[in-house]
């Protein structure tokens, strides 16, 4: 069993449309939660992170943590076809020497 | 440019050649870090540099793999006697300061866009 579980999609929706994405996670010493954008031929890029449970907001993005579950989501909202993309939810490992990446979620908007 | 430069973009090779991939981190990164991607996967982790110290090499699949960052700022990947599941993309990263990953303020780490390697 891989450490970072993410359904790889892909994830087809209206423009306008809330999306919902997530990730399980086996380790409980993870602490950083983050999520990368990677558009196709593209490097991943770094949207948001949390520290520990809770809530973080950017604009129409939406990071919520649950510990208690090991469970990690992205929220966005008013989507848009440029948001057509994968995303990767990633965990520093103990040492912060590496990030540990989820398979990706492929989504989809279509105007 | 500002950001991760990784060369060749594309490599095809015939299995059992050698390859070498170069990654140039963002000028004064300490940090640089190599990662693989196959197809519909996440990227894993191959290793880690601080400065020329290569101080992780846990990831790298085999013997075959070896990397080096000799002045402490680029580095090349190289593969030795490539095989068909070597196929993948490689992704590059670096980060300013030393010793970790986590992405605060200061130092996230910022993505080259890879060099698709295609062994036949």
């Known amino acids: 069993q891989k450490e970072v579980e993410q359904d790889p999609g892909p994830l087809s929706v209206p423009e306008g449309a809330i999306v919902s994405l997530n990730c399980t996670y086996s380790?409980?010493?993870?602490?950083?939660f983050m999520w990368y954008r990677q558009y196709s031929r593209k490097g991943p890029e770094l949207l948001m992170y949390?520290?520990?449970?809770g809530n973080k907001e950017d604009g129409r993005f939406t990071a919520q943590v649950d510990k208690s579950s090991k469970y990690i989501s992205l929220f966005i909202r008013d989507s848009q076809p440029s948001d057509s993309a994968t995303y990767l939810c990633a965990m520093p490992n103990t040492g912060f020497q590496k990030l540990v990446f989820g398979t990706g979620t492929r989504l989809l908007v279509s105007p | 440019g500002a950001g991760v430069s990784q060369s060749p973009r594309y490599k095809v090779a015939k299995r059992g050649q050698d390859v070498a991939l170069r990654c140039d981190p963002i000028?004064?990164?300490?940090?640089l870090f190599w990662y693989q991607q196959a197809l519909g996967q996440g990227p894993e982790f191959l290793t880690y540099f601080q400065n020329e110290a290569q101080l992780d090499k846990s990831g790298l699949p085999s013997d075959r793999f070896f990397a080096e960052r000799p002045e402490g700022s680029v580095s090349t990947l190289k593969i030795q006697r490539t095989q068909q599941e070597d196929s993948a993309v490689y992704l590059c990263?670096?980060?300013?300061?030393?010793?970790?990953?986590?992405?605060?303020?200061?130092?996230?780490?910022?993505f080259g866009d890879g060099t698709r390697l295609s062994i036949l």
């Open positions: 380790n409980s010493a993870f602490q950083y």
């Open positions: 000028s004064g990164h300490v940090s």
């Open positions: 949390t520290y520990s449970s």
């Open positions: 990263a670096s980060s300013l300061r030393g010793g970790t990953a986590a992405p605060d303020s200061n130092q996230p780490q910022h």
